[in-house]
Every structure is written in structure tokens, then in C-alpha cells.
């Protein structure tokens, strides 16, 4: 489902289905020199299937915390997170992939073989060997003009190249929420171009794309625009 383009804060939706992904009332406070710093205070954000959205904001308003919430790599002190209308932790990993800042490549895998390590990680009590909605690894990789690099490690690509496999990574798949954390901050205009028409295929497809960015070309390619201001999420 591609939605029209809006900057309304909530999306329209068909009555009865639950959104790819719902966050509720988040709050995270951290101690900060001894002192308890409020960074999210009720937080919202509701994307439907097949949505791209943007978050802006100043550095350090919590667009990389609120990424770690909806990820389920770091719990809220309040609020709650659903995929499709399922608690986020009693639905398997694979639902939701991230591109976060720090990508995580392993280093004594090859590219391709990064790229191919979520499915290997998968039990085979999730079904079948491979999620129907999965592409091949060589074909993810040539969708982002990595085709030639299949076969190097990580340290042996550059920091942006690494960044695609890294992306390549976490769309193999098909994840129903996908969260991408500056995806184009380290690459140059053809690099992005490849990356924006990736993101934008994949929220066609049906996946529910979050990504951080600052990057006005990503804003441009996006359903909605929202900004984090003050620990909350509002357009634009
Ligand atoms: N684990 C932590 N412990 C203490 N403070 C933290 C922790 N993680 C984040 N913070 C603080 O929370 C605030 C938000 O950080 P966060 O990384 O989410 O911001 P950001 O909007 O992603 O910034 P940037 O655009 O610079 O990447 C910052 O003041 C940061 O210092």
C-alpha cells in the first residue's frame, strides 16, 4: 500500500487493521552528571505498512534513542511499542531490521556473507529455509551497486560502502518495520540516489520504513516528515 504524502502526524488507515508499528507514550530518562535528563517525554508514532517517514531534529533530541525503543535494543521507562498489534518483544527479531550508526558488519565475514547471516540466524522452526519475501543476497547487493564487492570484508570497503552492506543486511528479507539511522550520511549523491530508490521500493513493497535522518533528500522521497522536538514527535 503506498500512502499519498502528508505531514499529518497520524496516517490514514483502514478500520480494524493493527498499524506495522505503534509506539505509545515512550519516555527514557538517563543520568547525566548526576542529574536525571528527560530525553523522550511521550513519544508517538504510528507508521502503517508500506510508509516511509522521516524524523528530523537538532543532534542530541533523542532521534537515536527513540530508534533503540522502537528496535527493542533499550526498553522505555514508560510506553509501550507493538508490531501489527503484537507486543515488540513477543514477536520474532526478524520482523523488525535496523540500520543503525554503528552498522555491526561482521569482520571476518565477506559481504555477502554478512548480508546472508540474518537468514542463517533464523530457526528452522520460523518455516521455510527462506522468508517468501526474500530477495538473493547478489541481487541486494547489485540493487545498491555493490555487485563487484561481494566477495571483500568489511575493512577492505569504504565506510559508505560498508553503510549499503549494512543496509543490504537488513532488507534482505523483507522486514514488516524497517528503522535506518542516517542512511545516506556518509555517501556521495550517486550513493544516495541508490539508497533513497532501495528505501522507497521497500516501503512499496509493504515494509514500514522509519528512517533518522538530516538528510533532505531523504525527506524528499518520504510519505510523512516528523520532527523530535523537546521529546516529542511532531510534523515536520
Ligand atoms: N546511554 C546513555 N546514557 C546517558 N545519556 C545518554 C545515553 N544515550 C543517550 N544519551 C543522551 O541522550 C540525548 C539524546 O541522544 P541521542 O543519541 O538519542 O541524540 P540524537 O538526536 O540521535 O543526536 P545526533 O543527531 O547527534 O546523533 C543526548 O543528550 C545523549 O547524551
Not at 141 to 160: C, M, Q, V, W
Request: hydrophobic fraction near 40%.
Amino acid at each position: 500500500m503506498t500512502l499519498g504524502r502528508t505531514d499529518a502526524a497520524t496516517p490514514p488507515r483502514q478500520r480494524g487493521e493493527h498499524p506495522a508499528l505503534h509506539a505509545t507514550g515512550l519516555r527514557r530518562r538517563f543520568a547525566q552528571a548526576g542529574q536525571h535528563t528527560e530525553v523522550l517525554s511521550g513519544a508517538e508514532l504510528t507508521v502503517e505498512a508500506g510508509e516511509l517517514v522521516t524524523i528530523t531534529g537538532r543532534s542530541g533530541s533523542g532521534k537515536t534513542t527513540l530508534l533503540a525503543l522502537l528496535s527493542g535494543f533499550d526498553a522505555p521507562d514508560e510506553g509501550t511499542v507493538t508490531y501489527g498489534g503484537e507486543p515488540a518483544d513477543a514477536v520474532p527479531w526478524w520482523v523488525c531490521a535496523v540500520l543503525p550508526q554503528a552498522l555491526g558488519l561482521a569482520a571476518e565475514l565477506t559481504c555477502a556473507e554478512n548480508v546472508a547471516l540474518p537468514r542463517r540466524l533464523r530457526p528452522a522452526t520460523a518455516g521455510s529455509a527462506e522468508p517468501p519475501e526474500s530477495r538473493g543476497v547478489a541481487e541486494v547487493l547489485a540493487d545498491l551497486g555493490l555487485a563487484d564487492l561481494a566477495d571483500r570484508y568489511p575493512a577492505e570497503l569504504s565506510f559508505g560502502q560498508q553503510q549499503r552492506v549494512a543496509l543490504a543486511r537488513a532488507v534482505v528479507d523483507g522486514p514488516s518495520v524497517l528503522l535506518v539511522d542516517e542512511p545516506t550520511a556518509h555517501l556521495d549523491a550517486a550513493a544516495t540516489g541508490t539508497v533513497l530508490a532501495l528505501l522507497r521500493r521497500q516501503a512499496d513493497e509493504g515494509t514500514a520504513v522509519v528512517a533518522v535522518t538530516h538528510d533532505p533528500a531523504v525527506r524528499e522521497v518520504a510519505d510523512r516528515r516528523l520532527r523530535l522536538d523537546s521529546g516529542v514527535l511532531v510534523p515536520g
